[in-house]
């Protein structure tokens, strides 16, 4: 997979989820990852295009993405399960994009 495609599949997810969290608490706080899904993929063409500048502003949303930590912390502290795995979810899917985004830029390094 290459790493424009592991970022659009994160901001769709950072989009979703954040829209599922939003419309179950109505917290506003809850659209952060919405606003950062939604700056992402309107980075995503950059990527796709080889573009070095846009492709490290992109790492730099997704790496604002694990902010999701601390309200990971507050929510198994409740005992909201349902906000737990939304969390999960949305950190994973930036984990897995992080990680597409290294080897690109070790790839890119190579050549």
């Given at each position: ?28 706080t809850s ?28 790492v730099l ?51």
């Amino acid at each position: 997979m290459k790493a424009y495609s592991a970022s659009l599949i994160n901001g769709i997810v950072l989009v979703a989820v954040g829209m599922w969290g939003y419309f179950e608490s109505s917290s506003p706080t809850s659209l952060i990852p919405v606003v950062i899904g939604v700056i992402i993929l309107a980075l995503n063409k950059g990527i796709k295009n080889n573009n070095k500048v846009i492709a490290h502003i992109a790492v730099l949303f997704t790496l604002l993405s694990f902010a999701n930590v601390m309200p990971l912390k507050g929510a198994l502290s409740d005992g909201r399960t349902d906000a737990v795995l939304r969390i999960i979810v949305m950190l994973s899917s930036s984990l897995y994009a992080m990680i597409y985004f290294i080897k690109s830029f070790i790839e890119a390094r190579r050549n």
